[in-house]
């Protein structure tokens, strides 16, 4: 049994615990959220639970599929065990849909299918508003090696066509999401979290978001997206 030890950190939608194994830590999920780099603030009632599960849901269904990653076991509503990581300062980016920034950035109509999935760097960094970085700015800054992101590429367009064939019979489009990697004992594992707040889902029929652009873009039932994507991984429709 692992034991709870003391908060070590506590992020913008997790706070996270030592525990008496060197190798893993206590993740707690809270309903606080916030976008735009923090500027905007709220809190989604029952997120915590919610994304607890979802992403717990994910990360099992992953390493099933041969993606090693972090997670361990749920611990209760809000929480759960995971390993340790040395988080690598890339967030990897992954785009089937244009939408968000690149729909911006490129003109693109929201919802526009791209002839080819999308593979973006940002450089981990919230001074900076975490600015998009490619392999050479990566090996520059030396955040990672160029083998270590061959295999996170791999391993992020894996993630992708695990995610997008699950999610086709919940009627969930996989429009785009954010990952993060990290080492432990010397390997890259799939670390952070899978959940509405990390991926843009659409309702395959409607096209209604179910995530976190509820949000960002004040569109109300924000708790109700988030519990609808806890339902649909579950099998009840
Ligand atoms: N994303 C994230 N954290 C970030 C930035 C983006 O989880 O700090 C996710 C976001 O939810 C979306 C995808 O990554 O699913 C692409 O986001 P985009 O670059 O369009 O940024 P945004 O529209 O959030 O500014």
Redesign the pocket.
Known sequence: MVQKLEMIYEGKAKKVYKTDNPDLAWVEYKDDAT???GLKKGTIMGKGELNNKISAHFFELLAQKGVPNHFVELKSDTEQVVKILQIIMV?V???NIA??????RLGLEEGTPLKHTVL?Y?YKNDELG?PMINDYHIAALGLATKEQMAQIAEMALKVNEVMREYLKDKNIDL????LEFGLHRGKVLLGDEIS?????FWDTETKKKL???RF?RDLGDVEDAYREILKRLQGGE
């Not at 939408?99 to 911006?104: D, Q, V």
């Not at 429009?175 to 954010?178: A, E, L, N």
């Open positions: 976008a735009f780099n967030e980016i992954v785009r939408a968000g920034s690149l729909a911006k973006e940002c975490d429009i785009d999401f954010k509405p707040d990390t991926c843009r995530d976190k652009d960002r």
